[in-house]
């Protein structure tokens, strides 16, 4: 009887020490440290969004880089351009101003020179005339020079301005019967007349007065001369 009583004693103990040492396995498999999902899904969407931040600088670079040669290119196309000249500048710029004095058609003689001094001589006593470039119509001031020349085979300008650079230029001292003479308190011709010799001229002043013969050695005269010029 007590050697069935020690059998069943060391039964039950063999069980409890299985149970223990089933219940430590149990134990030590539960300490073991298990993955979180949630911790691998962060971590992923970590990645992700370092991914996506990533892919945006590369593409912000690419694109700043794109721009950067656009302008570059811009500039250098510019820089060509600018550096050209334009046709349709070119087209649009106008005419040099500068004239030059025009010549005379057909040659000029000494005598059509006397001539225009005799026949500007012979309209003394015309009334003036604004606009008026005939002995019938009366004379203004480069209606008579006009007149006078015309008249002597030399097609001169209508214009004072356009008469002042018609010819040659002849210095004060050296002016001759038939010269055309023109003064300006400016320094710009702004009338004139016919040299007919000894210091004296035809010309066709102001309304109220008639064409007539003045001496222009006095100082008035001489401060006031702008140019002559010779037709021939």
Not at 74 to 89: I, K, L, R, T, W
Not at 134 to 159: H, K
């Amino acid at each position: 009887m007590k050697k069935k009583n020690g059998v069943i004693v060391r039964v039950i103990l063999f069980l409890v020490m299985i149970a223990l040492f089933a219940g430590a396995l149990m134990i030590a498999c539960q300490g073991e440290p298990q993955e979180n999902p949630g911790e691998e899904s962060s971590s992923q969407t970590n990645s992700d969004i370092e991914s996506s931040s990533s892919s945006a600088e590369s593409s912000l670079t690419e694109s700043s880089a794109t721009e950067s040669s656009t302008t570059e290119s811009s500039v250098d196309q510019s820089g060509e351009e600018s550096s050209e000249p334009s046709d349709e500048s070119s087209a649009d710029q106008p005419e040099s101003s500068q004239e030059e004095s025009e010549e005379p058609s057909t040659p000029v003689t000494a005598d059509d020179l006397e001539g225009i001094a005799k026949t500007a001589a012979e309209q003394v006593g015309i009334p003036f005339a604004s606009g008026g470039d005939t002995p019938e119509t009366g004379f203004d001031n480069s209606g008579l020079i006009y007149y006078a020349c015309v008249q002597n085979g030399v097609q001169i300008p209508r214009r004072t301005s356009e008469q002042a650079e018609y010819g040659s230029e002849v210095f004060y001292t050296d002016l001759q019967p038939g010269d055309l003479v023109f003064f300006g308190e400016s320094g710009q011709a702004a009338f004139g007349g016919v040299y007919i010799g000894n210091g004296k001229m035809i010309y066709s002043s102001v309304p109220g007065e008639d064409v007539q013969e003045v001496d222009i050695t006095s100082n008035y005269w001489q401060t006031n001369f702008v140019t002559g010029r010779r037709v021939g």
